[in-house]
Structure formats: structure tokens, C-alpha cells
């Protein structure tokens, strides 16, 4: 845990000025619906619990024995769909390499404020709280990096940071084998080829998300994060000790308990889509915490904009659209009226 009283110059010079535009949008006058601040989708309780996400070991879709890798192929595919949500142990990234990125991305994040938003690091790819907030509760009090896949490997995008980069490539080569092991997985379950998402989502096309998420002093107030589905066909997150991800199950949100050992694995729109419902994107959140810094990584399985999503098996429930087309909507509609919408505008 760290004293964040012991190191205010540290906090205050790295740290995005969150406060500062938290007190900028208390004084906004509305400028959208009230309900559109509201973070509860339709029906939804106000509760929260503590749940235990499925945990999958993968070691056995490697098993000689066939009743055991069909067993774990089923309990992916079955979590998908009850849940969106399962965490994997035994995945194939070893622990030292979780390490060495964590330490790595702490370092980076440590930079002053002033210089990670103008130095140009990692593709330029810095970004901090909600710029299309207009109320507190669309404020995420986090900041980012999203990185492309297709930039990674350059030496340019890496600055004085030159010691990320070696890891970087070798933790994004990792997660890239492991989305589609699980791609492939949940592909065959519905009568396809487990390559058929090495065309549809090439590695050049996917994405990895560096997260910080400072303490906030109002914590019951902002979401780290707030919540959304993820507009792409898997995600894969590897977080710390610290706790905060909370998802909706059962029109309540659950919280997460953080295992070190595992990797969170969630479905996200284009997979629903695909899957024509089979899968389900859950919406999630991040909470923030008080007293206690976030770190997470996630990687992105994502198609090329001009890829065409269409449901693989009829009659479908959805209309076909482009990647690029569904960013755009999303991009309009959280602009429009605060908050994502997503694949409800894309309903036959």
C-alpha cells in the first residue's frame, strides 16, 4: 500500500489535475438529461455484492485427455454466455513477465503530469478523466495509455522509455496468442473454425491499454471508470491487488475480487453481435478508491475498421456494420447524450 501522505509533491506533480476539472463540471449548468447521469442501466438495483468470477485453468485445452479439454473448452463458452466475465489461471504468460510490465508501466505513469500529456510517449497515446463529461458522474478519474499493436515494436514511439519497449512487445505478443486461443475456442463452439478470427483480427488491428487510477479523495462519488461495454470481440485485463472492477450481474453490480494468479477475460460487442446473442458483453465499471492508487492492463481483440460484423447464424439479430461505423456511432452517441448506447442501435 502506498502512503500517499508521505509523497504529496510526488502525487500532485504526476497525477492528471482530476480535481480541478471534478470542480469544473459541479459547476456546469446540465446540459444533458439528469437520467443520462445516472449510472444504473434499465431495471438495474441499486446493490452491490461480492461475486467470484468463473475461474478456468487453461493448462487443460492442452490435456491428453479428451473429456478434459472439452470440459474446459465448455466452461469458457458456458461463461460467456451466463456470465461475460471468467478469469483464466494457467494461461501461458509467465508471472515475471506480468512483473516486469507492471514495473515498467508504474514507472512510466510516475512521469510528471506536464510531460507524459506532451511528450509524445507511446504514440502519442495519453489521455486523462472524460473530455465529453458534462456532469461528475461521466468523469472517469483515471488516466491511459492505448496503445495500437502496430506501433509497439518501434523504437520512435518509446522515447527515454527504452526499457518498455523490450517488454511491451513480449507481454502484447503474449496476450495476442491467448485472445485467440480463447477467440478460437468460442468460435468452434458455434460450428466455425478456431482460425477464423486470425483474418478478422490481426494483430496490427488490436490494442493495449495501460491504466492508472490515482486515489480519489471523493471516492463514493466518481467511478475510476465508468460504466460501458467493451466495443471490440475479447478483452483480456491483468490488474493489481487493489479491487475496484465491478460488473452487472443478474440487474445488480457485483464486485470482483482481485487473484494475482488470474487474468479477467470478458466478452465484448462485436462477439455478442457475431455470436448473435450466444455471448453476452456485460456492462462494467471501475470504482474509485480513496486511499489506494490502480494499476491495470488490458489488451483489445479487435477487427480492422473496415471489417464487416455480421452475425454468424440467421435469423440474425442484428443488422451488418463495420467496425469503423459501430466506433463512430458509439463516438456520437456518447457525445450526444453522455454515455454509450452501443449495440441496442444496430437491432433488426
Known amino acids: 500500500m502506498h502512503d500517499l501522505t508521505s509523497q504529496p509533491i510526488m502525487m500532485i506533480d504526476s497525477s492528471p489535475p482530476l480535481l480541478h476539472h471534478y470542480g469544473e463540471l459541479t459547476r456546469l449548468p446540465p446540459q444533458i438529461p439528469t437520467l443520462e447521469c445516472n449510472d444504473l442501466p434499465s431495471g438495474a438495483v441499486v446493490m452491490k455484492e461480492y461475486c467470484q468470477l468463473p475461474l478456468i485453468d487453461l493448462s487443460c485445452l492442452n490435456s491428453t485427455i479428451e473429456r478434459e479439454r472439452l470440459a474446459c473448452a465448455e466452461a469458457i463458452c458456458r461463461a460467456s454466455s451466463e456470465w461475460g466475465f ?6 501461458g504468460i509467465s508471472p515475471e513477465l506480468v512483473r516486469n510490465m507492471r514495473r515498467e508501466q508504474v514507472e512510466l505513469f510516475q512521469t510528471p503530469f506536464d510531460k507524459k500529456a506532451t ?7 495519453y489521455r486523462w478523466g472524460t473530455p465529453t463529461a458534462t456532469c461528475p458522474r461521466q468523469l472517469s478519474w483515471s488516466e491511459a495509455f492505448h496503445i495500437p499493436l502496430s506501433r509497439v515494436s518501434e523504437q520512435a514511439c518509446y522515447g527515454e522509455f527504452s526499457s518498455l519497449r523490450e517488454v511491451m512487445m513480449e507481454f502484447a505478443a503474449a496476450m495476442s496468442k491467448l485472445a485467440r486461443v480463447l477467440a478460437g475456442v468460442l468460435a468452434e ?3 466455425h473454425p478456431r482460425g477464423v478470427f486470425e483474418n478478422i483480427c490481426q494483430e496490427i488491428n488490436c490494442f493495449l491499454r ?3 487510477y490515482p486515489a480519489c479523495p471523493i471516492s463514493s462519488e466518481i467511478f475510476g471508470l465508468v460504466p460501458h461495454t467493451d466495443s471490440d470481440f475479447l478483452t483480456i485485463l491483468s490488474q493489481d491487488e487493489v479491487g475496484g472492477l465491478q460488473l452487472m450481474k443478474d440487474s445488480k453490480w457485483v464486485a470482483v475480487n482481485p487473484n494475482q494468479d488470474a ?3 470478458n466478452i465484448g ?3 455478442q453481435a457475431w455470436s448473435n446473442d450466444v455471448y453476452k458483453s456485460v456492462e462494467h465499471k471501475v470504482v474509485a478508491n480513496g486511499k489506494m492508487e490502480r494499476y491495470s492492463i488490458a489488451y483489445f481483440l479487435c477487427p480492422s475498421y473496415d471489417s464487416l460484423i455480421g452475425s454468424c447464424m440467421e435469423p440474425s439479430i442484428y443488422r451488418e456494420f463495420t ?16 454515455r454509450k448506447i452501443g449495440l441496442p442501435r444496430f437491432l433488426l
Open 86 to 91: 471468467f478469469q483464466v489461471v494457467n494461461h
Open 119 to 125: 511528450c509524445g510517449v507511446l504514440n502519442n497515446s
Open 189 to 191: 463452439n458455434l460450428g
Open 210 to 212: 495501460l491504466n492508472r
Open 263 to 265: 487474468l479477467i477475460v
Open 269 to 271: 460487442d462485436l462477439f
Open 323 to 338: 467496425f469503423g461505423e459501430y466506433r463512430s456511432q458509439v463516438q456520437e452517441d456518447v457525445k450526444r447524450t453522455g
